[in-house]
T-cell receptor
Framework: KNEVEQSPQNLTAQEGEFITINCSYS?????LHWLQQHPGGGIVSLFM???GKKKHGRLIATINIQEKHSSLHITASHPRDSAVYIC??????????????FGTGTLLAVQP | NAGVTQTPKFRILKIGQSMTLQCTQD?????MYWYRQDPGMGLKLIYY???????DKGEVPNGYNVSRSTTEDFPLRLELAAPSQTSVYFC???????????FGQGTRLTVV
């Protein structure tokens, strides 16, 4: 079992729909990243959060430390949101490793 | 802002050939990383560096070497390319608190 699990693996939505991507982790973390990867493109950091909620435009990320769970929401989805969304857990600062632990990603396709 | 720059974007190697993937960042970040991304898998850490002159192995270091002679540059060397090294490679750097990560555009490498 992966230390960072994402669901769903694949998601198809109609333009305008509200989208939720989930991330659960089984390790202690100091922060969690949400990353976006467009087909054939590089990786862009969307959010880094260690508690509560962050919002950027139509994107909202939440994290519940007690439940070891984070969600990425996209409101009023658009075809340009089609991408792979990756969550990555950051181990505690000062721990034995700097390694980010990555989920396998959620492939989102938003159809017009 | 250039951020993290990787070259080349694409490369085809024959088995046994060698090559260097270049990575440079202009943000004065101490922490730099090399990841590989295989289909259906999360990113795996190959090597990382916490500063000039310091490198360490990640999860999948076999078949690779790195060096960090300057803060800006973190090249990844493949000495004897093998088909198992066919992958997409990402270089990344992070802020001093290691929370904000910046990724390069990726290098798609095929070994035939």
């Amino acid at each position: 079992k992966n230390e960072v699990e994402q669901s769903p693996q694949n998601l198809t939505a109609q333009e305008g729909e509200f989208i939720t991507i989930n991330c659960s982790y089984s390790v202690g973390i100091s922060a969690l990243h949400w990353l976006q990867q467009h087909p054939g493109g590089g990786i862009v950091s969307l959010f880094m959060l260690s508690s509560g909620k962050k919002k950027h435009g139509r994107l909202i990320a939440t994290i519940n430390i007690q439940e070891k769970h984070s969600s990425l929401h996209i409101t009023a989805s658009h075809p340009r949101d089609s991408a792979v969304y990756i969550c990555a857990a950051h181990p505690p600062i000062g721990g034995a490793t700097n390694k980010l632990i990555f989920g396998t990603g959620t492939l989102l396709a938003v159809q017009p | 802002n250039a951020g993290v720059t990787q070259t080349p974007k694409f490369r085809i190697l024959k088995i046994g050939q060698s090559m260097t993937l270049q990575c440079t960042q202009d943000m004065n970040h101490n922490y730099m990383y090399w990841y590989r991304q295989d289909p259906g898998m999360g990113l795996k850490l190959i090597y990382y560096s916490v500063g000039a002159g310091i490198t360490d192995k990640g999860e999948v270091p076999n078949g690779y070497n790195v060096s960090r002679s300057t803060t800006e540059d973190f090249p990844l060397r493949l000495e004897l390319a093998a088909p198992s090294q066919t992958s997409v490679y990402f270089c990344a750097s992070s802020t001093p608190d290691r929370h904000e990560a910046f990724f390069g555009q990726g290098t798609r490498l095929t070994v035939v």
